[in-house]
């Protein structure tokens, strides 16, 4: 068993297939040495930008690409996560060109001390005396405001006196001003139980370690008592507190502080080639220094065990036979292959997130090379992906040739169904139809499927034209047997293959089988039928909304009294929308459909517009006045 490497990419082929996801790039030199290492939020960005022609790079810069002849990267779940990987491997590689984080500095942790009523504090130092150590922190900041949160909370003491039974016991000390001002209840002076003290302690180890519940609940307390004694600003203070605690999440996810050194290996195997994919990581005081990962040519049917146990063989030899003593693995290997070694499969921790960092890089180097074997040979991927698929559904032939069909109607009005095509995987466009239902009333899908099916195969038997490898139906089981008994009816069941898929977790369902069937998840077979099902959904939903909308819209003016509905059609064909109707003119609307049915139409959409008939004048005229004293 060997390395399957046929084709080596470049590094312009290699830039072009990153991931847009954080992680660390390495350059290296014709010589296989690294001579520089970075970060990035977006690896194909950042990476990307060193080979674009710009006058805004340095010399050194320009000096170093032209130096790359090969390009190796890590991928972790953040920016921070990024950010300490490249101090750690800076740190252990010294690159040449990298000329930043060479010094000592190292990251800061919080550390609990291993002494009488332990201390929590900052250090950048990890020194094996039984202390525990939480972090690395990538920003002092957060790390400073952890600290604040915990001694906020929590009443410890600050000070470096020995604080042992004995010396409490004689009287040596006495409490000073943090106990006056109640950032520390005294165990100095025998005022604090050590059994109160370490319960403080377990507390705050569960938040260091993201388990906030028990903090969590015990700040709602406070404030919630304080509030009811009506003190409010103590409860904002512990209401500022919970904010604080619900915003941390700084602990990186690649690094442990009680994994000195390590060995961790993944497998991945890929029956529809017969290759594997092993990754391994190197993890040296308790940080990731180095991950690569291997593809190997293994056959059909190979065991996991003698694969795995080949493989970490294999990869030990290019690390010069050099095992760390405690290696993690998703599966115990063959026996008596590694003496000295310690194999563990771990179930929770610090350990198993190592190993799913392992296993995501090995995913994510199997789609890096599916996705050079695409662009480099896309007849050799298709045939990949047939194959791949014809294994998971148990076909004769490989399903070239795929139409998957999708009902779509309102409580059974405007009924329609759609059919999607797909060739060697990907749609086919202009073999899409669609259907209006004729004969079935109300909302019956099992019918609307046994029609629709009909019709479709019936013709397609008639003209002589190709028929599908694979029919996907759109739903369970119902679905499934209305449109397979159609198959049997036209005498097509053992020519095509079909199977349901029902949306809720993704089941595939096969015909006269109860029992559904589960692809995986991942793989590329389910995701094929996945898009078959949203196309045809997509598809069948649109036609279903614009007949519903026409439909709406001719009813509106067939509601009008002496419009049929080919009057209807010439208004629309004219105006193309009912708000236009409504702004035209009689004689605009005449020119279309006549003067009669104009001036219908017209009073119609006006009759509440009509202005009132004009008012007579009423008022009467004044009489003359005689004055008073006239004859």
Known sequence: MAENEPHTPSVREQVALLPSTPGVYQFLNRAGEIIYVGKAKNLKKRVSSYFMESRDHAPKIRVMVRQIAGLR?????????????????????????????????????????????????STRRLVRD??????????????????????????????????????????????????????????????????????DIERIKKTLRGDLRSTREFLQRQMTEAAQELNFEAAAHFKNRLALLDNYGSKSVIVSATLQRVDVFSLLADETDGTAYCNYVKVVDGTVVNSFTVQLSVGAGADEKEVLSRAISDISEKISGRLAREVIVPLLPEEGLFEGVKFTVPVRGDRLKLLEFSQRSAR???????????????????????????????????????????????????????????????????????????????????????????????????????????????????????????????????????????????????????????????????????????????????????KRSAGFVRTQLEEIEGVGNRTADLLLRRFRSVARIRKASEEELAETVGAAKARKVYAHFHQDATPPPPQEDTESPQPLSTPDDAV
């Open 364 to 546: 994510l180097y199997r789609l890096e090379k599916l996705k050079n074997l695409e662009i480099k040979n896309p007849e050799k991927h298709t045939d990949r992906l047939m194959e791949a698929m014809r294994k998971a559904l148990h076909m004769d032939v490989q399903p070239r040739h795929i139409e998957c069909f999708d009902n779509s109607n309102l409580q059974g009005t405007y009924p329609v169904a759609s059919c999607v095509v797909f060739r060697d995987g990907k749609p086919s466009r202009r073999e899409y139809r669609h259907f209006n239902v004729k004969t079935v009333v109300g909302p019956d899908d099992f019918a609307s499927m046994r029609e629709i099916v009909g019709r479709r195969y019936s013709r397609l038997l008639e003209e002589g034209a190709d028929l599908p490898d694979l029919i996907v139906v759109d739903g369970g089981k119902g679905q499934l047997s209305a449109a397979y008994g159609v198959l049997c009816e036209l005498g097509l069941e053992h020519r095509i293959a079909i199977v349901g898929l029902a949306k809720r977790i993704e089941e595939i369902f096969f015909p006269n089988d109860p029992m559904p069937y589960y692809l995986d998840r991942t793989g590329e077979p389910l995701k094929v039928i996945m898009h078959l099902r949203d196309e045809a959904h997509r598809f069948g939903i649109t036609f279903h909304r614009n």
């Open 130 to 199: 039984g202390s525990q150590y939480f972090g690395p922190y990538s920003s002092v900041t957060v790390q400073k405001n952890m600290l604040e949160l915990i001694h906020g909370i929590y009443q410890l003491r600050t000070c470096s006196l020995n604080l042992s039974p004995e010396a409490i016991a004689r009287g040596k000390y006495g409490v000073c001003l943090q106990y006056h001002i109640g950032n520390c209840k005294g165990p100095c002076a025998g005022r604090q139980s050590a059994e109160d003290y370490a319960a």
């Open 73 to 121: 990267h890590i991928d972790v779940p953040t920016e921070q996560d990024a950010l300490l990987l490249e101090n750690s491997l800076i740190k252990t590689l010294q690159p040449r060109y990298n000329t930043m984080l060479k010094d000592d500095k190292t990251y800061p942790w919080i550390v609990v001390r291993n002494e009488p009523f332990p201390r929590v504090m």
